[in-house]
């Protein structure tokens, strides 16, 4: 009587188990091909509580072995997920060593504080002018001399080197 092909692969299919793991299963309990044909529901039970699920797992996900059953997926994607996420990890941390990445916190807190040095130079711009009005009555004259001094202070507010010696204290210090 010639032996049914086929129903390692079947059984191998509805474990999801690779074949090699279903046809050592099956030798271990003593089954034949032909019986596990006969008795197939039998020999997919034995093939499933034979293998090594954790096992199989960690073997699928490292890429060798022999496939897994439907949760190796799961845990593949979870550990390939763990290794992009500890890649980006060490990509930040080299970009903040080369300096070409700045914490924001460190940004937010130069911003804020440039922010008030403006607020500040602005809001004292009529005690620094004031002294140079005293007796003048032309008005071309007060409005170029409040302009002068109102430029002098954006110049010297608009310095991005100021900025960025800042920038560099507060956030690689």
């Known amino acids: 009587m010639g032996r ?7 059984i191998a299919d509805e474990t999801g188990l690779d074949q090699a793991t279903v046809r050592r299963a099956l030798e271990a309990a003593g089954m034949s091909e032909a019986q596990a044909g006969a008795e197939f529901i039998n020999a997919v039970e034995i093939a499933r509580d034979w293998a090594d699920t954790d096992k199989v797992i960690g073997h699928s996900a490292s890429g060798r072995g022999e496939g897994g059953n439907r949760t190796s997926s799961a845990y593949a ?8 996420h500890r890649a980006r990890k060490l990509e930040l941390q080299n970009a903040k060593l080369e300096g070409s990445l700045v914490d924001r916190e460190a940004v937010t807190e ?3 504080r440039v922010l008030s040095e403006v607020r500040t130079a602005i809001l004292s711009l009529g005690n620094r002018v004031a002294p140079n009005l005293v007796g003048k009555s032309d008005v071309r004259e007060i409005a170029r001399i409040i302009e002068a001094e109102a430029r002098d202070v954006l110049t010297s507010l608009a310095d991005e080197k100021k900025f960025f010696d800042a920038l560099n204290d507060e ?3």
Do not use: Y
């Open 4 to 10: 049914p092909r086929g129903t390692f692969r079947k």
């Open 77 to 84: 994607d979870a550990k390939a997920q763990s290794e992009l």
């Open 110 to 112: 130069t911003g804020i």
């Open 171 to 173: 956030a690689f210090s």
